[in-house]
């Protein structure tokens, strides 16, 4: 057996055991959360409430207001928001800790954290890698996400059957095209590598003179080795596995 599909069947087995004791031990759903490309594993713990009723929820016009142009635009004005009402016993769950709501808002200049898991960002991205997204991920991800945003498009305009049955499909699809849009000329503005390049040398340098880091060092050419590989097989990963074919 290869040694990859080996370590992430131990890891699957040791994450599925620490959620198990912990779930035993304190009642509540526990899910292990990988952070920083599995260089750290946080262990998430959530009371679930099964009574949950839905208190306000606006109309879809007005939740959706200014429709596929608006949306990604700031500032936008909408009321994209539902209000739900967690249960127990038959009353109002009465919880300790949970984020306040404030009327008047955030100030000017005020830190602001969202709530939840983090999304993931490319921070940790190498230049070589980078350079993928750039030449390879990006422009076939957008070019297959305008493509089946025209097929839903012209199959949602023949009918009203057929537009409410691709509704969801394709509003996922356009909220999925714009992020890409605005990622593919950002990869490709001169500065932005820049940025990336100067300091990824620079820690390259000083990692060379110090023998204990040199696996880290080799690391970089370990990841631009591979990233070459994934850019030859990237056409063909695309269409039987990314769904690219359909």
């Not at 713990?45 to 608006?70: H, N, S």
């Not at 009402?85 to 919880?95: L, S, T």
């Not at 984020?99 to 709530?115: H, I, K, N, Q, Y």
Request: with cysteine; aromatic share 8%; charged share 25%.
């Amino acid at each position: 057996m290869p040694i990859r599909p080996r370590l992430s069947a131990a890891r699957r087995k040791a994450i599925a055991g620490i959620e198990k004791e912990s779930l035993d031990r304190t009642g509540l759903r526990s899910d292990v959360v990988t952070l920083w490309q599995g260089g750290a594993y946080h262990l998430y713990r959530f009371k679930r409430y099964t009574d949950v009723r839905l208190v306000f929820a606006p109309e879809q016009q007005i939740a959706f207001y200014g429709g596929d142009p608006d949306n990604f635009e700031f500032p936008r004005h909408d009321l994209d928001i539902c209000l739900f009402r967690a249960y127990e016993n038959g009353q109002p769950a009465k919880v300790k800790h949970f984020l306040r709501f404030s009327p008047a808002g955030a100030r000017d200049g005020e830190l602001v954290f969202v709530s939840g898991h983090p999304a993931r960002t490319s921070r940790l991205l190498t230049v070589a890698e980078l350079e993928y997204l750039r030449d390879h991920a990006l422009p076939s991800r957008l070019s297959s996400l305008k493509r089946l945003e025209v097929l839903l498009g012209n199959w949602s305009a023949r009918s009203e059957e057929n537009a409410r049955r691709a509704k969801d499909e394709f509003f996922g699809v356009q909220n999925s095209r714009k992020p890409s849009t605005g990622g593919s000329p950002a990869c490709s503005i001169r500065s932005c590598f820049t940025a990336k390049v100067r300091p990824e040398a620079d820690l390259k340098a000083k990692l060379a003179g110090q023998p204990e880091f040199a696996d880290a060092l080799a690391a970089y050419d370990k990841i631009a080795a591979a990233t070459r590989i994934l850019a030859v097989q990237a056409t063909r990963s695309g269409l039987l596995e990314g769904g690219q074919a359909l």
